[in-house]
């Protein structure tokens, strides 16, 4: 591991932690926050594809001002962090993160107040964005049915801009509160967003919670579009228990990934423990055992195989750590 501070370098936190002498202060950067940072944390059970070593730091936060406390120690220590979600679109490396890994879990991030009368909804960065497509279509509120199926959490799904061929979730954000890693808050809005395909213009490293605009309809109706949704995502995807990050590649230009690994023949290819799934090309699904260098190593045959034959280059849309 990287020490997080050098001999000579100063700290504002030197006082906040009260430490007697220099190598205390670099070897307890979170002195004072040990309720909520854990250290060596196992990440693979935290992610969809169950792989991947520990986090160095895992810090889960109860508020912004706390956050702001990590997110500031971060900074002045040197310690890379990172946000996870419910790890549905994320990769971890099987040496895992030498840096701190913030999860926003808990009632303050999962916060959801809706207005039936505006239709806007606000909501906090942990929130489950299942659970909120069911909410939103119980207060008859549509615009979420296009997130049916797709796991993750609400800070997730507007860093990615989660969503399919039926919509994405960017396309119903009004604003976004964020801190950056100095921990300062801002709001970015609808008029300065930019929401393209699994991309955001949000810079700022911790997105804190948005506010959506919903828009009044028939209850029944909404539920019946969130159910076929549902539906033509089990009928062609591995299932939600299925050890994957969902679609691996971004569809190319006029072109979908899956199609082009499937009509490359490469459906049930395996390397290691992870095979290319014999439901839908664009997932690799890991079996017990299988490893982060493994999944790794099919992305890079299957991008060749793709070339070979097609002369496209996929593009990989999960994230990996470090
Ligand atoms: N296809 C094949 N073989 C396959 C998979 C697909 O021939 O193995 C064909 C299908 O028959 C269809 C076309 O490819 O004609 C497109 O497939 P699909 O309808 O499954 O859509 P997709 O473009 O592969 C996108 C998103 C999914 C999302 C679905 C449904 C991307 C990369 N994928 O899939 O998102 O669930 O639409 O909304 O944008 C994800 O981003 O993680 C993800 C899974």
């Given at each position: ?118 239709g ?16 939103a279509?119980?207060?008859?509120l549509s615009g979420l049915e296009c ?20 919509g994405?979730?960017?396309s119903r ?39 959506l605009q919903l828009e009044?309809d028939?209850?029944?109706?909404i ?100």
């Amino acid at each position: 591991m990287t020490e997080p501070l050098s001999p000579n370098s100063t700290s504002s936190h030197a006082a906040h932690v009260g430490a007697p002498s220099m190598r205390i202060v670099r070897d307890q950067p979170f002195a004072g926050l040990e309720s909520v940072i854990e250290e060596n944390k196992t990440l693979a059970p935290l992610t969809w594809y169950r792989i991947g070593g520990p986090a160095r730091y895992f810090a889960t936060p109860v508020d912004e001002a706390q956050l702001q406390d990590v997110a500031q120690r971060c900074s002045d220590f040197g310690i890379a962090s990172y946000v996870l979600g419910f790890g549905a679109n994320l990769l971890v490396g099987d040496q895992g993160v030498d840096g701190c890994v913030v999860r926003l879990a808990g009632d303050h991030w999962q916060s959801v107040e809706i207005d039936e009368k505006t239709g806007v909804v606000t909501v906090g960065a942990g929130v489950d964005v299942q659970k909120l497509v069911i909410r939103a279509a119980r207060a008859g509120l549509s615009g979420l049915e296009c997130m049916a199926g797709i796991p993750g959490t609400v800070g997730g799904a507007v860093r990615m801009n989660a969503g399919g061929r039926f919509g994405d979730f960017g396309s119903r954000v009004l604003t976004v509160k964020v801190m950056d890693t100095a921990g300062t808050v801002f709001t970015r809005t609808r008029d300065d967003l930019v929401f393209g395909y699994r991309t955001t213009n949000i810079s700022a490293r911790y997105i804190l919670g948005a506010t959506l605009q919903l828009e009044p309809d028939d209850p029944d109706d909404i539920a019946k579009r969130t159910r076929d949704i549902w539906m033509y995502k089990r009928n062609s995807q591995p299932p939600m228990s299925a050890h994957c990050a969902g679609c691996i590649f971004k569809n190319p230009p006029d072109a979908s990934a899956g199609m082009l690994i499937d009509r490359a023949g490469l459906k049930g290819l395996r390397v290691g423990n992870t095979e290319v799934s014999t439901i839908h090309a664009n997932f690799i699904v890991a079996h017990p055992g299988a490893t982060c260098a493994d999944v790794l190593k099919l992305v890079n045959i299957i991008k060749e195989r793709v070339y070979d034959k097609f002369q496209v280059t996929l593009e990989s849309e999960v994230k990996v750590w470090p």
